[in-house]
């Protein structure tokens, strides 16, 4: 089975623009979809990207998805950053009847 | 708007099995587009997909814990309960109920099944300990 590294943390000022980044351990990025899942402290994770790229109704288009298969990763970009933008966020992936999610994220708005 | 909620004891022994059901409102449990998924987080750690079912009974598994998990449903009570065997310190973690979306898609030409999360359960903190 494959694995999914992120970085542990990143952090970034309001405002400015940062992407997080999911690295697939073996097999291709692209031979399935990667979604993305953002989850603040003591709740429940939300997604806020399915399909590599789409946006789940209410998320803002200031989120955004995308996959590289040169570096085998997907990224998550988050423009305009915001305070409440401060979460965990993970992203996650299947194959052969295995759903995987990664270790995630802790996005420090500062 | 589709609800779930997670129930079950708070605290396990050692060796024991715990037990936990979801309760879906909303919305019909014996819907053809949807499985009804568990996930797990350990205390300050990362998601674990623990196993999802289909409302006729068809099922998923994590292979690292198919040896001790069972997921059942019941369609009558729009519930799903999942049960897992001989616990340990290692299987304390808060366990979330979510509706695990399904489809088919191509890729390169061939079917490939995928499918992602929405929405969850609050989450309930089991604990493992004597």
């Known amino acids: 089975n494959f694995m999914l590294t992120q970085p542990h943390s990143v952090s970034e000022s309001p405002g400015k623009t940062v992407t997080i980044s999911c690295t697939r351990s073996?097999?291709?990025?692209?031979?399935?979809?990667v979604q993305w899942y953002q989850q603040r402290p003591g709740s429940a994770p939300t997604p806020v990207i399915y399909?590599?790229?789409?946006?789940p109704s209410g998320v803002p288009d200031r989120f955004s998805g995308s996959i590289d298969s040169s570096s085998n990763s997907a990224s998550l970009t988050i423009s305009g950053l915001k305070t409440e933008d401060e979460a965990d966020y993970y992203c996650?992936?299947?194959?052969?009847?295995?759903?995987?999610f990664g270790e995630g994220t802790k996005l420090i708005v500062l | 708007q589709l609800q779930l909620q997670e129930s079950g004891p708070g605290l396990v022994k050692p060796s024991e099995t715990l037990s936990l059901t979801c309760n879906v409102s909303?919305?019909?449990?014996?819907?053809?587009?949807?499985?009804w998924g568990w996930i797990r987080q350990p205390p300050g750690k990362g998601l674990e997909w623990i196993g999802s079912?289909?409302?006729?009974?068809?099922?998923y598994y994590n292979p690292s814990l198919k040896s001790r998990v069972n997921i059942s449903v019941d369609t009558s009570k729009n519930q799903f309960s999942l049960n897992l065997r001989s616990v340990t310190a290692a299987d304390t973690a808060v366990y979330y109920c979510a509706r695990h979306i399904l489809f088919v898609h191509m890729v390169q030409g061939d079917p490939t099944l995928s499918g992602w999360f929405d929405p969850w359960g609050q989450g309930t903190l089991v604990t493992v300990s004597s």
């Open positions: 996650q992936s299947y194959e052969s009847s295995y759903w995987v």
């Open positions: 909303g919305g019909s449990i014996s819907s053809s587009s949807y499985y």
């Open positions: 079912i289909y409302y006729s009974g068809s099922t």
């Open positions: 399909e590599d790229n789409q946006r």
């Open positions: 073996s097999g291709s990025i692209a031979s399935n979809y």
